[in-house]
C-alpha cells in the first residue's frame, strides 16, 4: 500500500509504520520517562503494551509486518534485570530465529530490532525510537508479496 | 457491542497537543465506539464520580480511558469501572499524556497518533473478556529455616503473633554463628550473653515447635499452601526427657576431633555442641560411638540418672508439615582458603582463618579462651589478612562486609589477653560503614602494639615458614616487597553461600543469584521476600551482613509472612495468568521448562500441561514458546494483542 502512495505521490514523504512490543516493568517505563522529561521524538512507533518482552510470540511479528508495519521493534528489560527474571533472554532468542526467518521472505534484518530500555532510560529510549524510524525512513516501505 | 471512550484532557497536558474535538469526529467510525466523552481531570474525585456515573447511566459493554500511563492510574480506574458494576479488565487505557502528547512536537501527528491507539484499543477491549480474582484459604503456620539470629528473630516475631512456627535446625544447637563467638564487633559484648534471652524465649514459646538436627528434605504446594517434609537424623537423647547434667559424657570411651571447634580439640561420641549450647541437652555422634560398631557400649547410658533418656534405638525420622509461608535463614560460610595455596592455610599450623580464631577466643572453645598456637605457645606476633577472597573478580566480587570489623574485634581481644603480642593488619580496603563501627576501629588503630599496611594484591601474600615460627612476604600497596614475623597468622575469608543452599534452592526452587545467594526479589525494594511467592530471606542466606542487619531481616520477612498472608484472610488471585487449551495441548512441556516460577505442572494422565495460577506470574513466556498454539494468557490473549497490533497499523 505505502509502495502504491508513493508511484501516486513521489513528492510525498514516506511515513514508516513502526510497531513497538514494549514490555511493561523496563521499556514501557522507560517511553514513559521520556514523556516525563517532554522530550520530543518521531511520532512513527506505535506501542504495544506487553508484560514482558518474552511474551513476544514470533507470530506478533510476522502479522505485523502482514498487517502493514514497515518496522517492528521490541524492548526488553537488559539482562538480568527482567521482572520475571529471564523473559528477556527467550526474547533475545526469539529475536536470533526472526532474523533469519525474515531473511528466508526477504525483509532486511534492520526491519526487526531488538534493544534493550531500562525503567531510568528515557533518553535512549528516545534515541532507539529515532534511529529505527531513520533507519525506516531509509530502507523504504516494506516490499510484500 | 458498545464502547464508551473517556479522554481525559489532564487539564490542558493532554488537550493542548491533542484537540479532542477533532479526536471525537474521528473516533466516530471507530467500530463499536458508541460514544466520546471529554473530563478534565479524571483521576480527581470530581472525574472518578463522573466516571462511575457515567458509566451507570451510559451501561457500556466495553470502556476505553485515554489519559496518562496506565502504571499510574490503571487501578483507579478499574474501581471506577469495577463500582459502576462493569468488570475491571473489560477497561483498556490509552497512554496519551506520557507517550503522545508530551512527546510528539507536531499537534496534527499527536492527533493522528491518539486515533490510531484509540483504534488499537477499542479492537483489543472489543476481545476482552471478564476475569475474577479468586481467593483461597492460606495455612497460617510458617517454617523457619535456620536457627541462628535471623530465624530465631523471625519465628519469635510470627509465634508472637500467635501464629504456629516450624523451626528446622541442621546443627543439634540453636543460635547460628554468634553464639560460638566469645565477644561481638562492635561494642565487644558477650556473644551467647545476646543470644541467650531470645534463646529462652524461643524455647519456652509454646506455638514455635524446633526440630534440631534436621533438614527440609522435599516441599510440594506452593504460597499459601506448601506441604513440607522434614528429615530428622536421630540425636539418641530424649530433650524432653534430658536434663542436661552431663553426667554421661565422662564415661564416654569415644572421641573424635570436635567440629563445632574446627577440629582444634577431641570431643566424645556423646555430648554437646558446646557447653552451655541450648536445647541443653547433649547428643550422640553416631559414626564416632562403638554401638555403630556393633558393640553394646552403654557406658553413657548407665551413668545417665534419669530413665529413658538415652535412647539407643532412635532412627532418622522423616516429619511432615503443613505451611502456609516458608523463611529461609539458613546463613552463610566461609571461602575455602586453601583456594590460595601461598597462605599455606591447612598446611602451615600457624595459620587459621577467622571462625578458627574465633574459637580460640571463646571461654567454651579447644583453649577455653587462651590465645595459643597448634604448638600450645601464646604468639609473640599475629598477622590478620583481610579480604581473603572478597573485592577480588577472580574469587568473590564483592566485599563480605563483615571481615573489617571482626578483625578490628581480634585486634581489641589480642590486646587484652596477650598485652604484649604484635598485630598486623593486612588489608586490601578498610570499611567502617555504620554509627557504631567507627569507634572500634579507632580503637583498633589506636593499639600501640597494631600496624596497618595495605597491600597491593592477595596473590603476591605469601606465608613461609622458617623454623617453628613463620613470616609473611607480601608487596605493599606501592609494590615493595617487604616481609614480617608472624607466629600467627589469622585469615578473614570471603562470606559465602552456607553448604547445603544448592541442594535447598533446588528443593525449593528458589532461585540463586551469580555468587549462589538466595536471590532477593528486589536488591533494595524488596530483599527480605525471594521470587517465589510465599518464600522470604532473613540473614545471611541473602546476602553478607552483619547480626543487626540479619535480625531485621529477620523481622521483615515475619513482617511479610503476617502483612501478605495474615491468618484468616484469603489468598487473592491475580487472574492475569497463563491458561491451557487443553484440547490443542499435544503435551510436549516446553511450557513447563521456560517457566521461570515453576508454576506449569503436568497432567500425567491426561497428559496435558496445567498452569498453577497461584504460582503463575503472567509474563507469558510459557505462550510465545508454546509450538501448538495451546498456551494462552488471560487479558493478554494472542487474539488480543493481534487485533490491538492490526489496530494500531490502520
Redesign the interface.
Known sequence: MSEQIMKENPQQKFEP?I?GFLC?WCS??G??K???A????P?NV???????S???????VL??YK???DGVLILACHFGDC?????NF?ATQ?HRMLLRLLKQQGIEEERCRLDYVSAGEGEKF?QVVTEMTDTIRRLGPIRRK | MKIGVYFCTCGTNISEKIDPEKIRDEVQDITNVAYFKTCEYLCSEEGKNFLEQDLKEEKPDRVVVTACSPRDYEKTFRECVSKAEINPYLMQMVNLREQVAWVTAEPEEAAKKATVYIRGAAARVSRQAPLEEKEIDINPDVLVVGAGPAGLKAALAIAGAGRKVVLVEKTPMLGGMPVRYEELFPNLECGPCMLEPVLAEVLQEKEIEILTLSDVSEVAGYCGNFLIKIRQSPRYIDIAKCIGCSECIGPCPESIANPFNCGLDEKKAIGFAQTGGLPNAPFIDFNACRRSQGVDCQLCKAACPVPEAVVFDDREKVLERKVGAIILAVGSSLYDCTKFPALAYGKSPTVYNSLEFERLLAATGPTGGKVLGRDGKPPESLAIVHCVGSLDSKHKAYCSGVCCQYAFKFNQLVKHKLPEAKVTHLHKELVTPGKEEFALFERATGNPNATFIRYGDLADIEVAETGDRSEIRYQDAGGNSRTIDADMVVLCPAVVPAGGSNALAAALEVPQDRFGFFEELHGRADAAQSKIKGIYLAGTCQGPKDIQASMNQGMAAAGHVLSQLPEGRKLKIEPVTAFVNEEACSGCKVCGAVCPYKAIGFDVEREVSVVNPLLCHGCGTCVAACPSGAMDGYHFTGDQILAETEGVLQ
Do not use: I, S, W
Open positions: 509504520k510497531v511493561n514501557y517505563a517511553a514513559d521520556a514523556g516525563l517532554q522530550t520530543p521524538y511520532p506505535r506501542v504495544v503494551k506487553l508484560m514482558c518474552g511474551r513476544v510470540d514470533p507470530q506478533f502479522q505485523a498487517k502493514g508495519a521482572h520475571y527474571k529471564e523473559g527467550r526469539r528516545v
